[in-house]
C-alpha cells in the first residue's frame, strides 16, 4: 500500500471565524502600530497636529477680532474678521439687488428637490420629482434673471460666489450630456462625426481655459453678427461647458473601451440597436467606471469658474481681491483667501463624497 | 452546388436561411470563401472545425455582426443588406448565445431577460417578466432571477443567456461556442437545456466540439477549415464515413 495514498478520518464541519481583537486596543493596534514604521508615521503625524492645529485655532479663533469697520479696529494678535459682517452679502450674491436677493436664496433652495431624484434614485417619487429636474435649469434661470413679470436683473450684477455657483452648475449639467456625445462620436463609425468629435476635443484640451475667457470677452462679439449678442455670462458658460465636456469625452471614452466587446455585440444581437444598446447597456456601465474622472473634472471645472476674473467678472475671488485693496481692509489676504477657500472645500469635498457613495452604491452584483 | 448545401429535414421547400456566394475578408486575408448554405425550418446544424477556420464569421454574418462583401444572405424571407431596418427586423427574429455569455453585468437576470421584450418588442413589463421567468423556468434556474449574473456560476449564466435570447422569441438560435468557457461539471447542464430545445423543434446552428451533442441532435454536421464549407452530412454518415481528408484528420484529433 502506498503512504501516500489516504484519507480524512472525518469530513470537518464548518466553524464559526475566529473573534477578531475588538475595542479601541484592538483598533489602534490593528490600524495605527501595527508595524514599526506604521507606528512612527503615525506619531509623526499626531507631532505635525500638534504643531498645526493649535495655532490655526488660536489664530482663527482664540486670538481674533470679530467687531470693527476698519482693519484698524483689530488690534489683537490673531485674524481680523472685522469684514466678515459688513462683507458677506458681496462676496454671496455679488452686485444683485438686496431686496431681490430672495430670488438667488429660492434658486439654490430649489436646487435639493432638483438634486435629490437624481442623486437619490430610490427615492420614492422620484419619477415623477425628475420632471422638476428637468425643469430646474429654466426655472433657476428665470428667477436669477427675470421677465415675466418678476423685475429683470442684468447679469452684470450677478457676482460674488452665487456667480460661481450659477457658472459652475450651468456647466456641470450641460457638459456631461455633451461630453458623452463627444464621446460616442469620437468612437463613432462616421468618419465625418468621428473627425469632427476629435477635432473639438483636440481643441479645447490643447488650450487653455483663460485663453477662451478672452475669448468669450473680446473675440466673439467680433465674430458674431450684433443681434447675437449674447450676454457675457451666457458667453462664459458655454465656453466653460466646451471646455469641460471635452474633458469628460475623454474620461467617458476611457470607461467605453474598458467594456468588452461581447456586450455591445450581445445588445445588437438582441436587436436594441445603436441608441438603445448605449443607453441601456453601454453607457450604464461605462460611466460607471468613469465616475471619479467625472467628478474629478466637475471638481476641477467648479473651482476654474475663479478664471472669470481675468475677464472683469466679480466673482467671490475677485470680490475678496478687490476688498484688500481697499485701504480699510489692506493686508487682510489671508483672512479672505481662507474664507473663500472654505466655500470652494465644503462643495468640492462634498462632490467627492457623494461620488464615493455613488461608486459604492453602482457596485453591485461584482 | 452539391446535396449537401441543402436541408436535411423539415420542410425543404421553406428553407429559413439561404446563403449564396458568401465572401467575407477581413482587410486582405478571405476569411469567407464562396460558402452556400441553405437551411431549412426546424434543421439542427452543428459546425465544427479548426480554430480560425470562419465558423464564428460565419454565424455572425447571419445577424449581422459581421458584413459581407460578396454574395446573398437570405433570413426568414429578408435580404441581408446595408438598410438598417432590415438588420434590425434580422436581430430580433434571430438569438445568439456567446461563448463568453455576455449577460449585462449591471442589470439582474431578470432584467437581462427583460430589456428585449420591453425596448424591442414594446412588451408590457408584467408581461415580459411572466415571460422571463417561463423561460428562466425552462432553462431550470427560476429562483436566481433576482440575483446579478456575477453571482453565477459559468454554467448558470450561460443557461441565463439562452433564456435571454429565448425571451423574444426567435425562429433561429445560433450558438458560437457555448460550453467552450466551462468547467467540464456545467457543460452538461447546459448542453441538456439545449438538447430540450432542439426537441421543440427550434432551428439551431450551433458551433460546438462536443460531438455527442451533434450525434444526439444534428440533422447535418459541417465541417469547416481554412473559409470554406469542407464536408457536410447527417451525423451518422459524417462520423463513421468522412470523405475529405481534412475532415478525418480533425476528427481523428478531437475524438
Ligand atoms: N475582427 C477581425 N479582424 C481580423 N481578422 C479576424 C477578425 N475576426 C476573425 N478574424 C480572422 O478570421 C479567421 C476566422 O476567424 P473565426 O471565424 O473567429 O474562426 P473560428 O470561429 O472558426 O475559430 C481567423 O483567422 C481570425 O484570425
Ligand atoms: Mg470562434
Not at chain 1, 432638483?114 to 428667477?143: E, H, Q
Not at chain 2, 486582405?28 to 465558423?55: M, Q, W, Y
Not at chain 2, 447571419?62 to 438598410?83: A, F, P, S, W, Y
Request: net charge neutral; hydrophobic share 50%.
Amino acid at each position: 500500500m502506498s503512504t501516500f495514498h489516504r484519507t480524512t478520518a472525518e469530513m470537518v464541519t464548518p466553524r464559526p471565524p475566529p473573534p477578531l481583537s475588538r475595542g479601541v486596543i484592538g483598533w489602534l493596534r490593528a490600524n495605527l502600530f501595527s508595524s514599526w514604521f506604521n507606528a512612527a508615521m503615525t506619531l509623526l503625524a499626531v507631532y505635525l497636529l500638534w504643531l498645526l492645529v493649535p495655532g490655526i485655532l488660536r489664530w482663527g479663533l482664540l486670538d481674533a477680532d470679530f467687531a470693527g469697520t476698519t482693519r484698524f479696529d483689530c488690534q489683537s494678535a490673531g485674524a481680523c474678521w472685522a469684514w466678515v459682517d459688513q462683507r458677506i452679502y458681496q462676496f454671496l450674491y455679488g452686485f444683485y439687488p438686496p431686496e431681490q436677493a430672495w430670488r438667488v436664496n429660492l434658486a439654490l433652495t430649489l436646487l435639493i428637490p432638483a438634486l435629490l431624484p437624481v442623486l437619490f434614485d430610490r427615492m420614492p417619487g422620484a419619477r415623477w420629482a425628475r420632471w422638476f429636474s428637468l425643469a430646474y435649469p429654466f426655472v433657476a434661470a428665470f428667477l436669477l434673471v427675470g421677465g415675466y413679470g418678476l423685475a429683470e436683473v442684468p447679469t452684470d450684477r450677478f457676482g460674488g460666489f452665487m456667480l460661481n455657483v450659477a457658472v459652475g452648475l450651468a456647466g456641470i449639467l450641460l457638459s456631461l450630456p455633451f461630453g458623452i456625445l463627444l464621446a460616442l462620436g469620437r468612437r463613432s463609425q462616421l468618419p465625418l462625426v468621428r473627425l469632427l468629435s476629435t477635432a473639438f476635443i483636440e481643441t479645447f484640451r490643447g488650450i487653455p481655459l483663460v485663453t477662451f475667457m478672452f475669448a468669450a470677452a473680446l473675440l466673439l462679439p467680433i465674430f458674431l453678427p450684433p443681434r447675437f449678442n449674447l450676454d457675457l455670462i451666457m458667453r462664459v458658460i458655454i465656453l466653460v461647458t466646451m471646455y469641460a465636456s471635452a474633458y469628460i469625452a475623454e474620461v467617458v471614452r476611457g470607461g467605453l473601451q474598458s467594456l468588452p466587446r461581447g456586450q455591445y455585440e450581445a445588445a445588437q444581437a438582441l436587436g436594441l440597436g445603436y441608441w438603445r444598446a448605449m443607453r441601456l447597456v453601454i453607457l450604464p456601465q461605462a460611466l460607471k467606471v468613469s465616475i471619479p474622472g467625472i467628478v474629478n473634472t466637475f471638481i476641477a471645472l467648479f473651482k476654474d469658474t475663479t478664471l472669470v476674473i481675468v475677464i472683469g467678472l466679480f466673482d467671490i475671488l475677485n470680490i475678496g481681491t478687490s476688498m484688500i485693496a481697499n485701504p480699510n481692509w489692506l493686508g487682510l489676504g489671508t483672512e479672505v483667501y481662507a474664507f473663500i477657500s472654505i466655500f470652494f472645500f465644503v462643495i468640492c469635498f462634498a462632490m467627492s463624497r457623494y461620488s464615493l457613495h455613488l461608486e459604492r452604491r453602482l457596485d453591485v452584483g461584482r | 452546388m452539391s446535396d449537401a448545401d441543402q436541408p436535411r429535414t423539415g420542410d425543404g421547400n421553406a428553407p429559413i436561411i439561404e446563403i449564396r456566394g458568401l465572401n467575407k475578408w477581413y482587410g486582405g486575408f478571405h476569411a469567407l470563401r464562396d460558402i452556400n448554405l441553405t437551411v431549412g425550418r426546424g434543421e439542427r446544424i452543428v459546425i465544427c472545425g479548426p480554430s480560425g477556420s470562419g465558423k464564428s464569421t460565419l454565424i455572425r454574418c447571419i445577424n449581422r455582426l459581421e458584413h459581407h462583401e460578396q454574395g446573398t444572405l437570405m433570413v426568414d424571407g429578408t435580404m441581408l443588406t446595408n438598410d438598417v431596418k432590415n438588420i434590425e427586423a434580422i436581430r430580433s427574429e434571430v438569438g445568439m448565445v456567446f461563448q463568453q455569455f455576455n449577460l449585462f453585468p449591471h442589470l439582474t437576470v431578470l432584467e437581462n431577460c427583460t430589456l428585449a421584450p420591453i425596448w424591442v418588442r414594446r412588451m408590457p413589463k408584467a408581461d415580459a417578466e411572466r415571460l422571463a421567468l417561463e423561460y428562466l423556468q425552462r432553462v431550470h434556474i427560476p429562483e436566481q432571477a433576482h440575483k446579478y449574473p456575477g453571482q453565477l456560476s459559468g454554467g448558470q449564466q450561460q443557461r441565463v443567456a439562452i433564456a435571454r435570447s429565448l425571451c423574444m422569441r426567435p425562429t433561429i438560435m445560433l450558438f458560437d461556442e457555448p460550453t467552450s468557457a466551462l468547467d467540464p461539471e456545467m457543460i452538461k447542464e447546459v448542453l441538456e437545456v439545449m438538447v430540450d430545445l432542439a426537441r421543440s423543434g427550434m432551428t439551431m446552428l450551433v458551433i460546438t466540439h462536443e460531438m455527442g451533442f451533434a450525434k444526439e441532435v444534428a440533422d447535418r454536421v459541417i465541417f469547416m477549415d481554412e473559409g470554406q464549407i469542407v464536408e457536410a452530412a447527417a451525423p451518422a454518415e459524417f462520423f463513421t464515413n468522412p470523405r475529405s481528408e481534412r475532415t478525418k484528420l480533425f476528427l481523428s484529433q478531437i475524438l
